[in-house]
């Protein structure tokens, strides 16, 4: 349950609202089986947890008076409750991560080295001796990316930080993948 | 001096840059690490430990700050397991929605808002019916939705062909994003993080790439419909928090033997949330993972996990009644009869395990010597096709492991509408279906059998190939699976045996006719934790030998001569001395260099003289260089022909000379000694019990040579017949 946050602006309050009380997030689902001629129902309502029993929730009742004690004992009832808006903003949240994730992987293992085989001509793009097999991502990174000039600044370091990540990846995956030497 | 100061002097930086950036600058190593994939001095660790907290406790009582400093510092342990159940309990709950999302995302998808699953879709909906609950209009499959016809064999084609395509879109996504960024993403992680808590290094495994790309990865992983769970990699999860908040605290992020108390602490909140079971996470810490455990970090590991359940509660991914992941309630009591079914499931169990174990082992060793290693993205894409072309038709392996263990073990009563349920009832019966014990099975349940047998050959068999492939995959809902699976088809057998041969003399006292007698959910669960047991062996099996086992045994070969031991530690390397002399008496530091520049020494003895050859102490490998390369920045003065001196006061040195450079704070001046006539035995069990390192073998009161935890476990691993060469750098 969430309670409303107090926002000074109308408009943004009823908004801010909507959002966090869901009144539909809250339910109580009755199962009520087969009974002489009636068949099985499932009946839902928006009940609140001292509501939620045969009696309220089951309507039209579909057995007279001396019945419906019979009928009612067989019906299982559940309270439950969800969060909407909490399932919402992870499943957005998870896919935006996963795109830029895959936004930046299509980046560096294709449009990097073509941008950088324009930038620098192909002859420094040689392929190094302990390439084995499919093209490695970040191979000659550090090679190239070292005849740049040295700028003393944060974008520099950044530079940095990533040769220096990106070599650190390479060994892991030739620890892995290649040598099989951990992680089987 | 900071290690920031350190890094910038190379580059010349601006002293305007600051602090800011400096986390992007490279770590300079201290005195005192230790280098990837080598073990911790766990004493030394300790020592340091002792002295920090000595140090805080006596300048506490100096000033208030510092007695507030201190308080600080003893109650950073537990911020640090608060910070960790959050974060644990937050990822696991992100992983469980969106899990929960994406498998439902392989059949159809909800019209009216994208990101609801299934069950979610349907939630307000009230078109459900009692035989159909699960459908309602909103939620349609992808035939449905693309050719508006939602039965037929066309319709049934097209949802196959999607299923499956979608299974390989997820399973490719993962392997590229394992593969690009975080190759040490892969496995379960367990094995290795009980090497890292034994006090093995493995630089960047517990890395914060690491943990992102094990969160998302293990999504898509999952809901590509492969035969794996999520519960191991939770905890390679949780260890990664609990790495990542270390690094908040000097007091952890310096000590190695206090961060692993620490990643103790996060793994018992790691299955705490993969299992809804704080307690369980605990006792797992306890008995699998922990190498050191004292009382303190019981009572943090139970704090972080109640932390991290509490927090997955709130977020509340499966709805108010389930944050146990099987919630079961079992209403009739188990008979002593059932004890032998019971036995036979714990046999199966047993077979089961030793079959799997040894398949995926031998299927592991042909992926690292054969054509199969070289090709990952490839074998993943191979394995996941053949499992979702498998798994569709057959309607208990479309659906997710999970759910179907849920099914698995739940109890029949009137309300169930599943196939496994559909027993014969008396129409004349006046009591309610709930009421009404053993009955005979009808036709839904015989075909939910054979369905169940396939699955159960299906699921043994995948797994074998599944295991061990570049994704993150666990292995506890698999086994649990098929566990169940068998549990379940027993018991539904012995139910039917009880019904009609009710008068044999087992049934007779037992199942009385119109006695509620075999409940077939109890032997699903049975058989699922008897199948549990076995392959969790599994993780006590590292690739690499990289520590003791529970059951390896010494031997009580006596050390032979030292010429034996040099030798067969000089090895391939030839003819050099493992470690070298450095005396008392002045040597200067372009000496020093010279040694340490064409060699690689794992140590240096330090003695009186080298006439004399009484021993003074001993200095690590790695410290030597390390400590002089920083010594310039930390005493002015120090140059090249600078004098060396171990002693406490420095020699007397005309005043001409240089500043000499003092040396004494890596000189380890109590180091373990055994002599060559101890036994191996009594040697590996001094190095299990204590957590060295390396331990220096003299004789008659001089100073042989030296033996490292990686050379017993060399000689180990021949007294076993096993490869020696397999423990790693030498």
């Known amino acids: 349950m969430y309670t409303c946050i107090h926002v000074s602006l109308k408009n943004a309050k009823s908004l801010i609202c909507d959002l966090l009380q869901n009144s539909e997030d809250i339910r109580c689902k009755c199962i009520c089986p087969p009974y002489r001629d009636i068949e099985g129902q499932i009946y839902k309502q928006n009940v609140s947890l001292k509501d939620c029993n045969c009696l309220h929730v089951v309507e039209p009742m579909p057995v007279d008076g001396k019945d419906v004690e019979a009928y009612c004992l067989r019906c299982e009832c559940k309270f439950e409750e969800r969060s909407s808006a909490t399932i919402k903003v992870t499943i957005i949240m998870y896919l935006s991560i996963l795109g830029l994730l895959l936004l930046y992987m299509v980046y560096l293992t294709l449009l990097e080295p073509m941008l950088k085989r324009r930038l620098f001509g192909h002859s420094q793009l040689i392929q190094s001796d302990d390439d084995v097999g499919d093209q490695q991502p970040f191979a000659n990174a550090h090679n190239v990316l070292s005849h740049s000039h040295s700028r003393p600044n944060m974008l520099n370091k950044v530079e940095h930080a990533q040769q220096r990540w990106r070599r650190q990846v390479q060994e892991q995956r030739k620890s892995v993948f290649d040598r099989h030497v951990v992680l089987s | 001096i900071s290690p920031a100061e350190l890094a910038s002097t190379p580059t010349e930086e601006p002293n305007g840059s600051g602090h800011l950036m400096d986390f992007l600058d490279e770590p300079f190593p201290d005195v005192g690490t230790y280098e990837d994939f080598h073990t911790i001095d766990w004493l030394r660790e300790k020592s340091r430990d002792t002295d920090r907290h000595r140090k805080i406790t006596s300048k506490s009582k100096e000033s208030l700050w510092e007695l507030i400093k201190s308080l600080l510092d003893a109650w950073s342990g537990w911020v640090v397991m608060l910070l960790i159940g959050l974060l644990s309990g937050t990822l696991a709950g992100v992983i469980d929605l969106a899990v929960d999302w994406m498998t439902d995302l392989k059949e159809g998808v909800c019209l009216t808002a994208f990101w609801y699953s299934h069950e979610q879709c349907c939630w307000t909906s009230n078109e459900t019916t009692f035989d159909d609950r699960d459908k309602c209009p909103q939620w349609q499959k992808w035939a449905e939705l693309m050719t508006g016809h939602a039965e037929g064999a066309g319709a049934y084609v097209l949802n196959y062909l999607l299923y499956v395509m979608w299974a390989l879109l997820f399973s490719f996504l993962a392997v590229s994003l394992v593969r690009v960024f975080a190759p040490y993403a892969c496995g379960s992680g367990i094995p290795e993080i009980k090497t890292i808590l ?345 690739p690499i030998v990289m520590d003791f086992g529970k059951g390896l045994n010494g031997t009580s070969r006596e050390e032979s001569t030292p010429p034996t031991l040099a030798t067969d530690e000089r090895g391939p390397r030839g003819k050099a001395p493992l470690w070298a002399f450095l005396t008392q008496d002045p040597t200067r530091v372009e000496e020093l260099e010279a040694l340490i520049k064409d060699t690689d020494y794992k140590g240096f003895r330090v003695v009186i003289s080298r006439e004399s050859e009484r021993f003074m102490g001993f200095v690590q490998g790695r410290d030597l260089p390390l400590a002089i390369r920083k010594s310039p920045f930390k005493q002015d003065g120090v140059v090249s022909s600078s004098v060396v001196y171990f002693t406490e006061d420095a020699p007397l040195l005309p005043p001409t000379n240089p500043q000499p450079l003092k040396l004494r704070r890596i000189l380890n001046l109590s180091p373990f000694t055994v002599t060559d006539h101890t036994p191996m035995e009594t040697v590996v069990d001094i190095f299990r019990k204590l957590g060295l390192r390396q331990c220096l073998v003299t004789r008659s009161g001089r100073l042989l040579g030296i033996i490292t935890k990686k050379d017993v476990l060399r000689h180990m691993a021949q007294m076993m017949n096993q490869d020696p060469e397999s423990i790693m750098f030498n």
């Open chain 2, 198 to 542: 034994s006090g093995f290094i493995i630089r960047g495994y517990l890395g914060k790439w690491t943990l992102l790309i094990k969160t998302v990865t293990l999504v898509l992983a999952v809901s590509s419909g492969l035969s794996l769970g999520k519960e191991g990699p939770l905890v390679h999860v949780a260890c990664c928090c609990g790495n990542l908040f270390c690094s908040l605290f000097s007091k952890y992020s310096k000590n190695e033997g206090k961060r692993r108390e620490v990643l103790s602490a996060a793994a018992a909140a790691g299955v705490s949330v993969a299992f809804g079971a704080p307690i369980g996470g605990v006792l797992f810490s306890l008995e699998e993972v922990s190498y050191y455990f004292p009382l303190k970090t019981l009572w943090r590991s139970f704090f972080a996990a109640l932390v991290a359940a509490f927090t997955l509660r709130a977020i509340n991914p499966f709805g108010n009644s389930r944050l146990v992941l099987f919630y079961v309630e079992y209403h009739t009591p188990w008979y002593m009869a059932e004890l032998v079914p019971f036995i036979l499931l714990g046999v199966f169990g047993g077979l089961w395990g030793t079959l799997f174990i040894r398949a995926n082992i031998a299927w592991c060793r042909r992926r690292k010597t054969t054509l199969l290693g070289k090709y990952p993205v490839l074998e993943v894409i191979a394995v996941t096709g053949i499992t979702a072309v498998l798994a569709f038709p057959n309607p208990y392996t479309r659906r997710s492991t999970s759910e179907l263990i849920s099914e698995l073990f739940n109890d029949c009563g009137a309300l169930e509408s599943s196939q496994l349920c559909d027993y014969v009832n008396n129409p004349n019966m006046s009591r309610p279906v709930d009421d009404i014990p053993d009955r005979p099975a009808g036709p839904g349940v015989y075909n939910a059998l054979w369905q169940l047998a396939l699955a159960l050959v299906f699921k043994i068999v995948i797994t074998i190939f599944t295991f061990g492939m570049k994704i993150p995959s666990g292995l506890f809902i698999p086994s649990m699976a098929v566990g169940a699976i068998a549990g379940r088809i027993v018991g539904i057998a012995v139910e039917q045996m009880a019904y009609h041969h009710h008068d044999w003399l087992i049934f007779k006292n037992w199942c009385r006719p119109g006695a509620d007698c075999v409940t077939p959910g109890l032997y699903a669960m049975v058989g699922a934790a008897a199948c549990l047991g076995e392959p969790r062996l599994m993780s006590f099996y590292p």
